[in-house]
T-cell receptor, first 116, second 113 residues
């Protein structure tokens, strides 16, 4: 089966500009996650979707970050305006429904953002 | 406050030896604990999942233990190979219908030939 697809792989922007990342999860996976991974850190959850509904966005900086998952399939994460501290890898992951927990997450290769 | 700690940022061992990585947590009661491998420039890849009522899980050269009393998981790679060199991430799953993972910082393992 095809894996989680993400684009673009790399993006360099100036601070205060905007950027959008796209993710297409594995077919049939109901749950989609966006994680932020700063260099030397573990991934940090930004937002979790179950089908096209938001399950958890408690750590999403909503003044500048937004995400949507139209029709419960692919998803877009947007940052506007970007700050220097947003430089990170943005990882998309998906999972099947798993009773009682997250289950195994399948990650994409990530989108590396550099804000100058 | 809730905290996940992986014992060291880096671990260097000789080929053929057993690598042991540690994951400690405080103020969590995870239902599951997972381990992932991450290579440079790549996304994490799932290795093993262990439930809170399981003491040990094995998969080929990998072994995970989970001690909910000590709030600790140990991850072992036996007969290590240079190809095992990567960053290994511990992740806690609080369980429940919501289900998301909370990751540690990772331990970078280097296996020297």
């Amino acid at each position: 089966e095809a894996g989680v697809a993400q684009s673009p792989r790399y993006k360099i922007i100036e601070k205060r500009q905007s950027v959008a990342f796209w993710c297409n999860p594995i077919s049939g996976h109901a749950t989609l996650y966006w994680y932020q991974q700063i260099l030397g850190q573990g991934p940090k959850l930004l937002i979790q979707f179950q089908n096209n509904g938001v399950v958890d966005d408690s750590q999403l900086p909503k003044d500048r970050f937004s995400a949507e998952r139209l029709k419960g399939v692919d998803s877009t994460l947007k940052i506007q305006p970007a700050k220097l501290e947003d430089s990170a890898v943005y990882l998309c992951a998906s999972s099947r429904r798993f009773t009682g927990g997250a289950g195994e997450l399948f990650f994409g290769e990530g989108s590396r953002l550099t804000v100058l | 406050s809730q905290k996940i700690e992986q014992n060291s940022e880096a671990l260097n061992i000789q080929e053929g030896k057993t690598a042991t990585l540690t994951c400690n947590y405080t103020n969590y009661s995870p239902a599951y604990l997972q381990w992932y491998r991450q290579d440079p420039g790549r996304g994490p890849v799932f290795l093993l999942l262990i439930r809170e009522n399981e003491k040990e899980k094995r998969k080929e050269r990998l072994k995970v233990t989970f001690d909910t009393t000590l709030k600790q998981s140990l991850f072992h790679i036996t007969a290590s190979q240079p190809a095992d060199s990567a960053t290994y991430l511990c992740a806690l799953d609080p369980g429940g219908s919501q289900g998301n993972l909370i990751f540690g910082k990772g331990t970078k393992l280097s296996v020297k030939p």
